[in-house]
């Protein structure tokens, strides 16, 4: 079974950046695309951004520009870098591995 556990999330003014984590196991990130998905109040689960194990990146229109998706296979690890926050960026965010979920990290963007 995938065991992934975010970390980072937190209350955030407009504008200003976080920094979320997933952690799982090394076999895990050695041989699979990750990806962040987010879930605001009331909206369904949407994809924000995808690495592959070559480290090729995708993102939502949403969020190019402001989000970076990055992997650290040494550490087992993968990084989602989020500047200019803007408020409608507030939700739940989840690591996604295959059928594996993490239990998800809560954004708040407010001032």
């Known amino acids: 079974q995938v065991q992934l556990v975010e970390s980072g999330g937190g209350l955030v003014q407009p504008g200003g950046s976080l920094r979320l984590s997933c952690a799982g196991s090394?076999?895990?990130?050695?041989?699979?695309?990750i990806s962040w998905y987010r879930q605001a109040p009331g909206k369904e689960r949407e994809l924000v951004a995808a690495?592959?194990?070559?480290?090729?990146?995708n993102y939502a229109d949403s969020v190019k520009g402001r989000f970076t998706i990055s992997r650290d296979n040494a550490k087992n690890t993968v990084y989602l870098q989020m500047n200019s926050l803007k408020p409608e960026d507030t939700a739940v965010y989840y690591c996604?591995?295959?059928?594996?979920w993490g239990k998800g990290t809560l954004v708040t963007v407010s001032s």
């Open positions: 996604n591995v295959g059928s594996g």
């Open positions: 090394r076999i895990i990130f050695r041989i699979y695309a």
């Open positions: 690495v592959t194990t070559g480290g090729s990146t």
